[in-house]
């Protein structure tokens, strides 16, 4: 029997693909303080910032519907790489520039301000079919959780960055002070792009002739599970769009605070998240993938109703920090059991479509949410989230619990045990 210290010692591969992870995340981390808040520095209004934040996330749920299947054939480096040169181009356009018709196709194509925690933004799917290509099915749950948790300490130190532009100046942040944030972007992405190099990318197993899968019931039933998995996570995506994506602008209009007092609170929810993240790999190890997520969803969910109505900044701060962690530290757990829905050779296919199925309805929250804060509107948003993500949490329960990766009931369910 190996040593104990070498059967946890992750492969040279997947290490590469979290060290991309890292440096990725710091300026992912940051532009989630700042960007909302430059484009307020800018003159532009909720709507405008709002219908920005969509544009870039119905860009992602169009790229992502498309990578992962076509990286199941075509291998996964090319598209990741091509993400990294995607956001080099996309950095530089906005360090030079804030004319809204070189801003908002750079914003739109780096997906500036929404937060992936470090993830390949949309080919984040393609990221995780690799991920998963040399894990056995029981130590997905963990490796995921360390990959999120890994992404959430970078996007920590970049939310800490963000406060930059508010300390380093008097009075409001002009405009102007916000830009060199983009610098991170410019860094992280020629960093992923050394990590990415040194990467083994194997080969993509065999695909299966449609003609073949047509008439194949593991295909059938495969593609049953996919189709409960994209209504699922369309109830979640619609919550988090509403909420999400314009965190920061909310507590800017809610109580008048800037980046200084914004950073560190988004850096504390960042560094919450990945350690819960670390936690949740163990709980869903331990007690389940379906019984952690719900656990700490439902927890999430009270304090997601309790935050709008919270009186002053700090016991808004400290209610936005514990639900972050709780809802985002489930989402290792969640890819993995994505992962065991399908064969090796599909992988790519679930994760575009679990992926695209919360990106398309989240696409319209930060939309319909800008407009209801220019309203005058800012409890509104939070109580419909509130609303689609417990009707999330039931179905998740009461559907998935039948598919759980770390239980043998649960690969049984599945028909086929996942290598």
Known sequence: MPPRSRRKRLPAGTRRLIAARAARSVGQGALVVDFTLYLHALGWSGVTIGAVLSGALFLAAVLTLVSGPVSDRFGRRRFLLAYEYSQILAALAALLSARPEILIPAAVIGGFGRGAGG???????????????????????????????????????????????????????????????????????FGAIVSLGGAEDPPPPPATPRAAARRDPVVRAENARLLRLVAINALNGTGI?????????????????????????????????????????????????????????????????????????????????????????????????????VRPQRRGL?????????????????????ALFQGGWLALPFLLAAGFQGAYVYFYQKVFSDYDPTTARGRRRAGHDVT
Request: proline share 9%.
């Open 350 to 370: 679930a994760a575009s479509l679990a992926s695209v199925s919360m990106q398309i309805p989240r696409a319209l929250g930060p939309a319909a949410a800008g």
């Open 241 to 341: 769009g509403l909420v999400g994506p314009l965190i920061a602008y909310w507590f800017l209009l809610r109580f008048h605070a800037g980046p200084a007092a914004i950073a560190p609170v988004m850096a504390l929810a960042f560094a919450v998240t990945a350690a819960a993240a670390l936690a949740g790999g163990w709980i869903s190890t331990h007690w389940g993938v379906v019984r952690a997520v719900v656990g700490m969803r439902l927890a999430g969910l009270l304090l997601l109703v309790l935050l709008p109505l919270a009186p002053d900044f700090r016991l808004a701060a400290a209610l936005y920090v514990l639900r972050a962690a709780l809802n985002l530290g489930t989402a290792g757990a969640r890819q993995a059991l994505n992962m065991g829905l």
């Open 119 to 189: 993830g390949a933004g949309p080919f984040a799917p393609v990221e995780q079919a690799w991920l998963a290509a040399p894990l056995p099915p029981h130590a997905r749950s963990r490796v995921y959780s360390l990959n999120l948790a890994v992404g959430f300490f970078g996007m920590a130190a970049g939310a800490l960055l963000a406060a930059l532009p508010d300390l380093l100046t008097a009075g409001p942040p002009p405009a102007t002070a916000f830009r060199p944030l983009f610098a991170l972007v410019l860094l992280g992405a």
